[in-house]
């Protein structure tokens, strides 16, 4: 995990996490690694890879807790939310609150 006060830029991000990645032309399972959620009936599509959570940081690759606490958000609304099915929130949900576990704080769905 990265340093909690780490900024983040999920944008530069995305971009270190493809080449870290070697994920060119397509997503790989090294990429997927860096996302909480990915629509398996489009693999292939980069957009189909939802809540980019990780960055490279110093050759690894990284939770950053910003990153968390920004899908956090999105899992509440922010941003107007993010599409995918609702079935598979609960698990977005518990995903990320096991980060939010491991940087001493609560998801904002369990306050």
């Known amino acids: ?27 790989n399972a090294a990429y997927r690694d860096a996302h909480v959620w990915y629509d398996g009936d489009a693999e292939d599509n980069f957009t189909a890879y939802k809540f980019l959570i990780a960055d490279v940081v110093g050759g690894d690759l990284k939770v950053v807790p910003r990153a968390v606490m920004s899908a956090g958000g999105i899992v509440e609304g922010a941003r107007g939310g993010v599409d995918i099915p609702k079935q598979e929130m ?11 576990d491991k940087f001493g704080d609560t998801a904002p769905w369990e306050r």
């Not at 493809?18 to 997503?27: F, G, I, L, Y």
């Open 90 to 100: 609960p698990r977005v949900k518990a995903h990320l609150a096991k980060y939010y």
């Open 1 to 27: 995990m990265a340093d909690r006060d780490r900024e983040w830029d999920g944008d530069a991000a995305d971009k270190r996490v493809r080449a870290w990645a070697d994920a060119k032309d397509a997503p």
